[in-house]
């Protein structure tokens, strides 16, 4: 594919509907923190500038979504919208079974409550987060198999979301007849968003199919990792980005999607598999739990919405933007003094925030308080992607998720800006104790409190 030849990142879209963002003081920003449990999930949207918490849902749409989005078949059974959506799907992976459900970890809930059980053992590059606990809460065992360059931040490696081939030879041969999955996160997100070779995928199949055991992707991110293999992987910068998507998942047995990531809609996802048998124990786990099968929880617009979405995140222009500007913001954080994971992928950037917090232990939870201190100091919301998300975590990160077509470059300006206030400074940043927590996924509801109030913010009587 022909380069843009130019340095300037221009949005492939214009456009056509604003709305307003909040800009809070900063007492108001501390009162809403403390409110909050200092937990940056449990802020309201109008208390948040820019809003960095997660790429999944919070996409813009395109006029031809919209548009699609008109066309919704609301019947409640055979819906002309679930056939172009499935129409759609079928075309870009070959799969002959393919369910709707309302997102990703439906999918996921499903998978997990069909086939897996007590001591049943799913390996991956990296679960993330709902689909760990998913696992988990079946009493089935999580593992994961990145590839060590995935555990050295600074490193530069094209694909550090591969899988460990040799831990995966291991674990084959001492899991056993225990092993009733082997999963690959497109792309890595619990490693720093890092993309899967092809080459990886292919001889992670051939162990799966050799050992007869099922291959699943998660593909949420599908179209972001085919763009990587396009422009890092030696022999595939002369193919399509559909051929590459196609050869995907022509790997796997089946996948479950987010399409709330790459296919850029508010809510929907998928699960579909080529296994007769696997297909039976879906359908009636989503009549359960999710509708029927031509909606799966979901609106016949929602359907159509997904469909276009899927065929728009394949254009090589939007996504050559979309990984340029996550590189632009990754490039203004290593100027700021933010340490980052290297090489930056393609929907977030992920800071090393136990390296800049050196001072406080992982226990701590040195991506929470980088996370407050953005909040803060200029109202930004990002994600912990470390111990307080994953307890065994190996490393201590805060991502900083872009959401696709949402903002412009002066916003990222704007946050670069906030970044060199936070790294002067660093040294007066508290760490967090947890005060409350659920039994499963506590990263979303707990609440903290600082070891200390953190430097330099008083609260000031209201007016």
Not at 247 to 270: N, P, Q, R, Y
Not at 363 to 375: D, E, I, M, R, W
Request: aromatic share 8%; hydrophobic share 40%.
């Amino acid at each position: 594919m022909e380069d843009w030849g130019y340095k300037t990142i221009v949005e492939p879209f214009r456009i056509k509907s604003v709305e307003p963002i909040p800009i809070l003081d900063a007492t108001a920003r501390l009162r809403a923190l403390e409110r909050a449990g200092h937990n940056l999930f449990k802020l309201n949207s109008t208390e948040v500038t820019i809003d960095l918490l997660t790429d999944s849902g919070t996409g813009a749409m395109s006029a031809i979504q919209w548009s699609a989005l008109m066309q919704g078949d609301e019947s409640y059974a055979g819906s002309t919208s679930f056939r172009r959506f499935e129409s759609v799907v079928r075309r870009l992976t070959g799969y002959p079974h393919i369910l709707p459900v309302h997102q990703g970890r439906a999918a996921e809930r499903i998978l997990a409550r069909t086939i897996l059980g007590p001591g049943r053992i799913v390996l991956n590059n990296t679960h993330f987060d709902t689909t760990r606990a998913n696992i988990e809460q079946v009493g089935g065992v999580a593992s994961d198999l990145p590839v060590p360059c995935a555990l050295e931040p600074e490193l530069e490696d094209p694909f550090k979301g591969n899988m460990d081939l040799d831990a995966l030879d291991r674990a084959l041969a001492t899991g056993g007849e225990r092993v009733a999955l082997v999963m690959m996160t497109l792309t890595n997100n619990a490693v720093g968003g890092q993309p899967v070779s092809m080459g990886n995928l292919q001889a992670v199949s051939e162990r799966c199919r050799e050992a007869g055991v099922p291959f699943f992707l998660d593909a949420a991110r599908f179209a972001e990792n085919a763009w990587f293999i396009h422009t890092r992987e030696p022999g595939y910068s002369d193919w399509t980005l559909p051929e590459i998507a196609r050869k995907m998942f022509d790997l796997a047995d089946g996948f479950t999607m987010s399409a709330k990531k790459d296919a850029i809609v508010h809510i929907g996802g998928i699960l579909a598999t080529r296994r007769d048998d696997w297909a039976d124990l879906f359908r009636n786990e989503l009549i359960l739990g999710e509708g029927y099968l031509t909606y799966g929880g979901l609106a016949g617009r929602d359907l159509e919405c997904m469909a276009v979405g899927l065929e728009e995140s394949l254009d090589p222009h939007y996504l050559r933007y979309r990984t340029r500007s996550i590189a632009y913001f990754a490039e203004g954080l290593q100027k700021a003094g933010f340490p980052i994971v290297r090489p930056p992928g393609g929907h977030a950037v992920f800071v090393d925030a136990g390296r800049l917090l050196s001072h406080l232990a992982a226990t701590q939870f040195p991506g929470v308080s980088l996370a407050n201190a953005l909040y803060l100091e200029g109202g930004i919301r990002s994600v912990e992607v470390g111990s307080l998300m994953f307890p065994e975590a190996r490393l201590q990160l805060l991502r900083l998720a872009v959401p696709r077509r949402v903002y412009t470059q002066s916003h990222i300006d704007y946050v670069l800006e906030v970044a060199q206030r936070v790294v002067a400074r660093k040294a007066q940043i508290p760490g967090y104790r947890i005060v409350q927590e659920p039994p499963f996924l506590r990263h979303f509801t707990a609440d903290l409190e600082p070891l200390h109030r953190p430097s330099g913010w008083r609260l000031e009587p209201e007016s």
